[in-house]
C-alpha cells in the first residue's frame, strides 16, 4: 500500500514521454460519515465529572448516525488512448459522526447518580488522506465518465466531541479530546467524476478497514471503522 502510494506519483509524470495525457484537477465536496462495526452505536450516555468538567466525556462516541463535513482535494490522473485511467489523489476531510446521548451519569465527591436526557454527541475528525486509484474514461457527445477504485490511506489529526443538553439536575456539556486507536485508516475507494468539459460533479464512497476506538477493560478488541461519503464539484485545471 505504501509503496504503491509512493509510486503511482512518479508513473504519472513519466507517462508523458509516451504521449499519454496527464489531467490536473481540484476538487471540493459535502461529506457524510458515521462509525461500522460491532463497537460503533445508535446511542451512548455520557460521564459527566462535576469535579473536573474538563475530563466530562461520552461514554462510546462512535455513532452510526450520519453527520456532516466537508473536503478539499488535488488529484493528478493519466488518461490512456483506450481509456485507460491511473490517478492520485491527496486530500483534506473534516468528518462528522453522531451518537444519540440518552443519559448522563453525574460523578461528584460524594456519589454519583444518573439522570434522563436527549441529546447528540458529535464526534469530528480531521484527515489528511492520499488515494491511488484506477478505472475507465467513457466518452460520450457532451460529457465524460471517470470510474475509478483503489486504496486510500487517510492520517487522522485530531478528533474530538462535543455535545450539550438538559436534566432536571442542569445544563450539562462536553468538549473532549479522543485518541484513536490507530493513526492510520486503510480504505477501499470507490470514485465516480462526470465531466462538461472542464467541470464536473465528483460523488465517491470510501470504507475503512481500521478501527478507531480504543480497547478497554471491557472490550479487549473493539471494531468501529469509517463509511465516508463525498459529493461535490470537481474542476479540470489541464
Known sequence: MKYLLLALPATLLATQAFGQQIEYSGRANASFSNFRGTNATTSSVVNYNTADL????????????????????????????????????LGYDFMQARTTITSVNYNNTVAGYNRTTSA???????????????????????????????????????????????????????????????????????????????VGLAASYAYGFTNYEPSTSAISSPQANVGLIRVGLAYRLK
Open 120 to 198: 447528540t454527541t458529535h464526534l469530528y475528525t480531521q484527515t489528511i488522506s492520499a488515494f491511488a486509484g484506477a478505472g475507465w474514461r467513457l466518452r460520450g457527445k457532451a460529457l465524460e465518465l471517470d470510474a475509478l477504485v483503489g486504496p486510500e490511506l487517510a492520517y487522522l489529526l485530531t478528533a474530538r466531541e462535543t455535545s450539550s443538553g438538559v436534566t432536571t439536575t442542569g445544563e450539562w456539556s462536553t468538549d473532549a479530546k479522543h485518541s484513536a486507536a490507530n493513526s492510520l485508516d486503510f480504505r477501499l475507494r470507490g470514485d465516480l467524476t462526470v465531466w462538461r468539459k472542464r
Open 54 to 89: 474538563g475530563s466530562s466525556s461520552t461514554f462510546n462516541p462512535y455513532g452510526k448516525h450520519l453527520g456532516a463535513g466537508f473536503g478539499a482535494s488535488g488529484r493528478v490522473q493519466r488518461v490512456g488512448k483506450a481509456g485507460l485511467l491511473t490517478a492520485f489523489d
